[in-house]
């Protein structure tokens, strides 16, 4: 297939490039953008008018549900969803059930995944085995496998002996850990930020230092060990501070932000939106103040959408039973478009925050585009607004804190391997 994109206005963050240009795809990779190769002669032409043609999405935290919460979504309807959204790369952490702690179940995953030919996934292989913090993995039969990265989704290993012995190990082989900053001894059955809005509802909290110290500790490990660290969705201004701190100091540490906590307090909580169930939990205003700024000046690497489906029952369970997670994937370019916007930023660098960084932290040759690449892309209406409701929302999960918001960004194309998965 031949595909001649034109009249769209391209931007690339990697190579630099904002302009208005043609690309020209076969083979499923770019064979050339500005003008035509010699004897090109497209089967398709998508035009791009008035459109933004840029590179796939790449998000760092989208639970796919499969294997084991078939029940909450299964992974044809969140690929599907993602494709929807722009988003060609996938990283998938590895809280399925069973967990992705044997070459086996990544293996399967990876297979099931390419034979629906929309994103491409990248599972993020299990730390310990059964992520129970006792004992570690084979990483290497788990890279071997199709793991790129490693982690341990649910909060610091209780045992930190084990946490720096599963550093060293990784740093052996130059793996990068992937880690969840909460201390659960301080996060106990907490539902909420430690605040005004927690304490008014009556809600069991989480205080910030629940993330201070397992990022303190994270960080003396990690000076330790030598293992590349990244931090896995941040929350507080506490923690973004020490980790602009550390990095300061020459540690090459890495991390995210979830696209709900730039955008959100704990005020939107309101009376028991359980939409707003998140972990970690939304905090105070001059938190989400910090992490917006930490993004523009550069602490913050990336924005991820840290998409966890949910049955619509279990949110309208109270509170504090209800499940943790929203909704996000065909949200994380809408509503980082709408970050953008309200810090007065250039396009080109709002969407480097969710295509070459996150790409360059997952190790992964995506997020732009070059002669020669895989054509991974996305073509969307910067322009038109679409209102956030439960038939728009492609994803099996339905949940999430936006719904009824209109929202700037409708995604028109999206490429996967010179192949178009999702139109319009």
Not at 154 to 160: F, H, K, S, T, V
Not at 202 to 207: D, F, Q
Not at 245 to 257: F, I, W
Not at 319 to 336: H, K, N, R, Y
Request: net charge negative; charged share 20%.
């Amino acid at each position: 297939m031949k595909i001649h994109i034109k009249n769209g206005r391209l931007i690339d963050p990697k190579n630099d490039v904002d302009a208005i240009q043609d690309i020209f795809i076969a083979k499923g990779k770019i064979a050339a953008i500005g003008s035509p190769p010699g004897e090109f002669e497209a089967n398709r032409v998508i035009d791009a008018q008035s459109l933004i043609v840029c590179p796939g999405l790449v998000d760092l935290s989208v639970r796919l549900r499969e294997p084991g919460f078939e029940y909450k979504a299964t992974l044809e309807s969140e690929m599907a969803a993602a494709v929807a959204g722009g988003i060609t790369s996938i990283a998938c952490p590895p809280d399925t059930d069973p967990p992705l702690d044997e070459p086996g179940l990544v293996e399967m995953l990876k297979h099931r995944a390419k034979s629906l030919n929309q994103a491409h996934v990248y599972p993020i292989g299990a730390l310990t085995q059964g992520l129970q913090g006792e004992r570690l993995t084979e990483m290497a039969e788990l890279n071997d496998a199709g793991c790129v990265v490693f982690g341990q989704p649910d909060g610091l290993l209780p045992n930190l002996r084990v946490l720096m012995q599963a550093m060293r190990y990784a740093s052996t082989f130059g793996f990068s850990v992937w880690l969840y900053p909460q201390e659960l001894g301080l996060t106990g059955d907490g539902v909420a930020h430690d605040g005004e809005v927690a304490t008014r509802l009556g809600l069991p909290t989480i205080p910030v230092c629940a993330e201070t110290i397992a990022i303190s500790n994270i960080i003396l490990l990690a000076w330790e060990t030598g293992v590349q660290v990244h931090l896995c969705r941040v929350s507080s201004a506490e923690g973004l501070a020490m980790i602009r701190s550390a990095r300061q100091q020459g540690l090459p540490l890495t991390c995210d932000v979830s696209i709900n906590h730039l955008h959100l307090s704990d005020m939107d909580i309101g009376f028991f939106d359980t939409n707003c169930h998140l972990m970690p939990p939304l905090r105070g205003f001059s938190d989400r103040d910090a992490l917006r700024s930490g993004l523009l000046n550069g602490t913050i690497d990336a924005i991820c959408s840290d998409h966890a489906p949910v049955d619509e029952d279990a949110k309208l369970l109270p509170f504090g039973q209800s499940d943790i997670g929203a909704t996000g994937v065909e949200l994380l370019l809408p509503l980082a478009l709408k970050w953008g916007m309200e810090m007065r930023l250039p396009l080109n660098r709002v969407l480097a925050k969710i295509t070459t960084d996150p790409a360059r932290i997952l190790k992964i040759d995506a997020g732009h585009l070059s002669v020669d690449s895989a054509a991974d892309i996305c073509i969307f209406d910067p322009d038109n607004y679409w209102k956030v409701t439960a038939a728009a929302i492609h994803s099996q999960g339905k949940n999430t804190p936006f719904i009824g918001m209109e929202l700037p960004g409708s995604v028109q194309y999206t490429l996967v391997n010179g192949q178009v998965v999702y139109q319009r």
